[in-house]
């Protein structure tokens, strides 16, 4: 019952901006749109969360549909150590809810 | 190292065995998280501490697993008479009182022959 919708692969020219698309119609107005990245044989990494406003740090930038009914990552120059799964998830502040519900996610493969 | 430590990367057991593995979660993270992943699936949730508190237990977690944060430190989390089915990747994560995002273990790929 993963609330996320997200491609299953992708590919990326290294060097360019990767987007990743991520649907979550379903979100409730308390919950944050987390991103997180798996690469292979290592635990998942945060990347960025946000509620409402785009938001940018060092890794990526995320794109938030003002309807909050979907979102995009931007990874902006793409490198070959971005090749990882990347998560798209919900999570509510604080409280008990403390859950990471995760789907499959995107393999983003970057390419040289 | 700051991060999410977990001992040991890799176990091989045979089928009946108990295995238990550790966790040392970031030492000013009072929220310590269990989940399990298996081959082509994102991270199941399986328990979580608050402190030395078990707070919630999924149904993943049958009666032969069991976990542990005595001190409110570290935590260990052992399978007792392991089946095949138990091979998967255990990846343990803490996260603060406040504030956001999990920080993950490089996990614990247990195979059970």
């Known amino acids: 019952d993963a609330k996320t919708t997200q491609p299953t692969s992708m590919d990326c020219a290294e060097g360019r901006a990767a987007n990743l698309p991520c649907n979550h119609s379903?979100?409730?107005?308390?919950?944050?749109v987390y991103w997180y990245r798996q690469i292979h044989s290592q635990g998942p990494q945060y990347i960025i969360h946000g509620l409402k406003n785009n938001e940018t740090n060092e890794m990526a930038s995320l794109i938030i549909t003002e309807d909050r009914k979907s979102s995009t990552l931007i990874l902006p120059h793409a490198t070959l150590r971005d090749t990882a799964v990347y998560y798209c998830?919900?999570?509510?502040?604080?409280?008990?809810?403390?859950?990471?519900?995760f789907g499959k996610g995107t393999l983003l493969t970057v390419n040289p | 190292d700051t991060g999410v430590s977990q001992d040991p990367r890799h176990k091989i057991t045979k089928r009946g065995q108990n295995v238990t593995f550790r966790c040392d979660p970031i030492?000013?993270?009072?929220?310590l998280y269990w989940y399990r992943q298996t081959l082509g699936q994102g991270p199941e949730f399986l328990t979580y501490?608050?402190?030395?508190?078990?707070?919630?237990k999924s149904r993943l977690l049958s009666d032969r697993f069991s976990a542990e944060r005595p001190k409110g430190s570290f935590s260990t989390l052992e399978i007792q008479r392991t089946e095949q089915g138990d091979s998967a990747m255990y990846l343990c994560?803490?996260?603060?009182?406040?504030?956001?995002?999990?920080?993950f273990g490089s996990g614990t790929r247990l195979t059970v022959v």
């Open positions: 994560a803490s996260s603060p009182r406040t504030g956001h995002g999990y920080t």
């Open positions: 379903t979100i409730s107005g308390n919950e944050y």
């Open positions: 998830i919900f999570q509510r502040s604080g409280g008990s809810n403390y859950k990471l519900t």
């Open positions: 501490f608050q402190n030395e508190a078990q707070l919630e």
């Open positions: 030492s000013e993270h009072n929220r």
